[in-house]
């Protein structure tokens, strides 16, 4: 088990000159916007569908959120959150495991990012670094699966070829288990993303009743199957 902390959520005031001593401390926290104090959820942008980047500060065992009045009034709201996206890029990185959904596939391979620290999952707000970082700089011209299913738990698959279709069974129903298995309120989102180059973003895996959902059609479908998709080299049977 990597958890270290578990620290309550609450809403944090500060003056500004005080706020001016914790500025190096902010750190964005990514989570379903249901779950913050309700000014905190304000104006926070939402980094995947169902999911938005609050303002959190550590101290201790508790974890206390900026509502927006507070990151206006003291600084541009703006400039909060990309300190905050730097102050977590300066923590000690994630430990990486890679495995395959399919035996013997690299188009297979799925990056797994486990953290002590309670912004596991909040490390999708720089992806693009993480991705490149965490894959040795692999590029991603077809997108990547990304799912957060808790803090401390994050899984990447660079798109690559055909290998995606075990990896978003294998994201999906892992997503599942680890979020239902999650302690106390660490559960971040049991479902899996697809987020393409330019920034799109689009679900790709979820529950829909008693069955798992995996969707292959919309954005994600022009990068399997477009001209230049994963399944570009995949020739139609004879007959």
């Known amino acids: 088990m990597e958890e270290e902390h578990e620290p309550p959520f609450r809403e944090m005031h500060f003056a500004r000159d005080e706020f001016a001593q914790l500025i190096r401390r902010v750190q964005p926290f990514v989570i379903p916007p249901a779950m913050l104090p309700p000014d905190c959820a304000v104006g926070a942008p939402e980094v995947l569908p169902g999911l938005v980047m609050a303002v959190a500060i550590q101290t201790g065992n508790e974890l206390g959120f900026l ?15 990309l300190t ?19 035996e013997g596939r690299t188009d297979s391979d799925i990056l797994l990012l486990r953290s002590k620290d309670p ?14 970082w965490a894959s040795g700089g692999e590029r991603a011209p077809l997108g990547v699966l990304v799912s957060i299913p808790t803090w401390h738990l994050m899984m990447l698959h660079v798109l690559s070829g055909p290998g995606v279709a075990k990896v978003l069974e294998r994201m999906a129903v892992t997503g599942q288990i680890e979020f239902a298995e999650a302690r106390q309120h660490t559960g971040v989102s049991p479902d899996v993303f697809f987020v393409a180059p330019d ?32 399944y570009k080299d995949i020739k139609p049977a004879n007959g």
């Open 67 to 81: 509502p927006a009045d507070t990151l206006n009034k003291m600084f541009r709201a703006e400039w909060v959150r």
């Open 84 to 102: 905050a996206i730097a102050n977590l890029q300066a923590l000690p990185p994630p430990r990486i495991d890679r495995i395959q959904a399919a």
């Open 119 to 132: 912004f596991g999952a909040s490390r999708i707000s720089y992806l693009g670094a993480l991705v490149k």
């Open 199 to 230: 920034g799109r973003k689009q679900t790709v895996a979820q529950r829909g009743g008693t069955d798992l959902v995996i969707e292959t059609r919309g954005l994600i479908g022009e990068f399997l199957f477009g001209p230049h998709g994963a």
